[in-house]
Each structure stands twice: as structure tokens, then as C-alpha cells.
């Protein structure tokens, strides 16, 4: 049981470390808000949609809907869409002037990291083809072990991350560097964006 649940906070770790569009938008917060636990609501957010995609590709429901050509396509281009909006709304931000910028509410963190959770095709590809195919190596009490710690991870590597933002930027009075961090944050969602239309392309190509 011990062994399945490093086993599988490990390979959680090695899946949720690499720079991506959930990752960027919980560091932003953390370095946006007054305070990073101002910053829990993005970060729970991200949790409970990392902890169901788990538990989903555990238990196998997430393979069927991933199945449905048509509904992957679909995925696929909420995803650039959603990451365009998003890259665009950082690029803009108003971090050099405070007095005329404003954080976003609970209600927009919410929405926000919902989108980069739950419309983020290669975060549902990864959770399934990687965490979902390496549960069938356990059974019972080791593959409950196993799944915990995969959600264990993904809530301590969010807190951190948005910890870690919010002190990286207090560090900086003049806000330099969370104008440098907004900007390339918005190129990589772009980037990611375009990417997904390129994905998609080949699906759609390889489907007819």
C-alpha cells in the first residue's frame, strides 16, 4: 500500500510540474492577490477538477467520453478558445499601474481556472492515457493508495505554486517581474492554443 501511494505521488509530480496553462494561471494569482490565501479559490478550483479527471480516469468513465470523435473535436477548440481569452486578459493587465488594476474576484477565479482545468485537452489526455492506465497495475486497497496520492499532490503542488507567486512578487516592489511572468504567460497559452488547433487538425485528419 505505501509503495502504490509514492508510486503514485511520484508519477502525479511528473505529470503536474511541466509549464502549462492550469499552472500558469494558479502562479498569476498567487501573484496578483493581496494575499495568497486570497488566492484559495483558483487553487481549490484546480483541485477538485484535477481530483475528479483522477478519479474518473481511474475508475475508466473518462475513456468513453474521449471515444466520441466529435465531442473531442469539440474539446479541442473550447480549449484555444478559452486559452486565447485568457492570454489576451493577462497580456492586459494593468500590473504596472496598481492603483487602476484589480485582482480577480472569487467568482472570476472560479470561472477561470475551470476553464484551464476542465477545457485543457492535454491535461485530460495526460490524466487518462498516464494516471488512468498505470491504476490498472494496482487493485483494491493499493489502488485507493495510489489515487489519494495522486490528489494529494495536486493540492499541495496548487497551494505551493500560488505561495511561491505571491512572495516571488512581493520580492519585486517595482512589479517588474510580474510583467515579465504576465507576458510570457499569455505567449505560452497562445502557444498552446495554436498548438491545440495543430492537434486538432491531425485528429480530424487521422479520423477521416
Not at 119 to 148: M, Q, R
Not at 166 to 182: A, E
Amino acid at each position: 500500500m505505501l509503495s502504490a501511494f509514492l508510486y503514485g505521488a511520484i508519477l502525479a509530480l511528473g505529470l503536474i510540474i511541466p509549464l502549462g496553462a492550469q499552472n500558469v494561471f494558479v502562479f498569476n494569482q498567487g501573484a496578483t492577490q493581496k494575499h495568497y490565501l486570497h488566492a484559495l479559490p483558483c487553487v481549490i478550483t484546480a483541485f477538485f477538477c484535477d481530483a475528479i479527471l483522477i478519479v474518473c480516469a481511474v475508475l475508466g468513465v473518462s475513456v468513453l467520453v474521449l471515444t466520441i470523435p466529435w465531442l473531442k473535436t469539440g474539446i479541442f477548440i473550447m480549449g484555444f478558445l478559452f486559452l486565447f481569452y485568457m492570454g489576451w486578459m493577462i497580456w492586459n493587465s494593468r500590473i504596472a499601474a496598481p492603483k487602476n488594476g484589480k485582482p480577480y474576484s472569487a467568482k472570476q477565479q472560479i470561472y477561470f481556472a475551470l476553464s484551464v482545468s476542465l477545457l485543457n485537452p492535454h491535461a485530460l489526455i495526460d490524466t487518462i492515457g498516464v494516471i488512468g492506465t498505470n491504476s490498472l497495475h494496482f487493485s483494491g486497497a493499493d489502488k485507493f493508495a495510489y489515487t489519494i496520492a495522486c490528489i494529494v499532490v495536486s493540492f499541495i503542488w496548487f497551494f505551493g505554486l500560488s505561495v511561491v507567486g505571491h512572495f516571488l512578487n512581493k520580492l519585486d516592489s517595482s512589479n517588474t517581474s510580474l510583467i515579465v511572468i504576465n507576458k510570457v504567460s499569455a505567449l505560452i497559452m497562445w502557444a498552446m492554443g495554436f498548438y491545440l488547433v495543430w492537434q486538432s487538425a491531425i485528429f480530424l485528419h487521422l479520423v477521416k
